[in-house]
């Protein structure tokens, strides 16, 4: 079975630039989470969604991170305008419902690196 | 959300066991223990969680504490393919939190010598 997939590997854009991440689920995966990792620093929590809902967006820095999952199935986050800070790696996992699962355990993808010029 | 205090490195020869140590001293009764690791240029990987009673699966054991407020992420024998950064993490249990997010702390780098 695929895990989880993430689209770009790595995209290297200019500051003021729009950029489109694609997170595709493990396959019946209601929840889907997005984390990222800026130079240096830890792996921060984003957003999280319950099928196409957003359960907690409590992470997402500012107005130019848009996120959607339409459909309940991949997800996309959208940074437009690009800024400097905005550099780093993004991090997609899905999970099954907790309750339903023996472990609860986040599936991670391997990250689309985001560098901004 | 509860905090979790980690050595920052560690190192270990190939083939001997590794114990690698958290204090989570704020712990509350509902939250779990969970372990993941980040191998270089990969995104991270559960390994082991636990609530009260210590744990054993293919890749490691997971020994807590009995007030909780500590655990011990336990492996048998160290290969150079566990050399990475170790996290362990504080988990709303399946009541306590609504999202059952992740929060990571800055982990243990664990450095596994031939």
């Known amino acids: 079975e695929a895990g989880v997939t993430q689209f770009p590997s790595h995209s290297v854009i200019e500051k003021g630039q729009t950029v489109t991440l694609r997170c595709d689920p493990i396959?019946?995966?209601?929840?889907l989470y997005w984390y990222r990792r800026v130079m240096g620093k830890e792996i921060k929590f984003l957003l999280h969604?319950?099928?196409?809902?957003?359960?907690?967006e409590s992470g997402m820095p500012n107005n130019r991170f848009l996120a959607e999952r339409t459909g309940g199935t991949y997800s996309t986050l959208k940074v437009q305008p690009a800024e400097l800070e905005d550099s780093g790696v993004y991090f997609c996992?899905?999970?099954?419902?907790?309750?339903?699962?023996?472990?609860?355990?986040?599936?991670f993808g391997e990250g689309s690196r985001l560098t901004v010029l | 959300d509860a905090k979790t205090t980690q050595p920052n490195s560690m190192e270990s020869n190939e083939e001997e066991p590794v114990h690698l140590p958290c204090n989570h001293s704020?712990?509350?009764?509902?939250?779990?223990i969970h372990w993941y690791r980040q191998l270089p240029s990969q995104g991270p990987e559960y390994v082991i969680h636990?609530?009260?009673s210590n744990v054993n699966n293919r890749m490691a054991s997971l020994a807590i504490a009995e007030d909780r407020k500590s655990s011990t992420l336990i492996l048998h024998r160290a290969t150079l393919r566990d050399a990475a950064v170790y996290y362990c993490?504080?988990?709303?249990?399946?009541?306590?939190?609504?999202?059952?997010?992740?929060?990571f702390g800055t982990g243990t780098l664990l450095a596994v010598q031939p």
């Open positions: 396959s019946g995966h209601d929840n």
């Open positions: 993490i504080l988990r709303g249990g399946l009541y306590g939190g609504a999202t059952n997010k992740l929060i």
């Open positions: 969604f319950v099928k196409e809902s957003k359960q907690d």
């Open positions: 704020t712990i509350s009764g509902t939250d779990y």
């Open positions: 996992a899905s999970s099954q419902d907790w309750a339903t699962s023996e472990t609860g355990e986040l599936f």
């Open positions: 636990g609530l009260t």
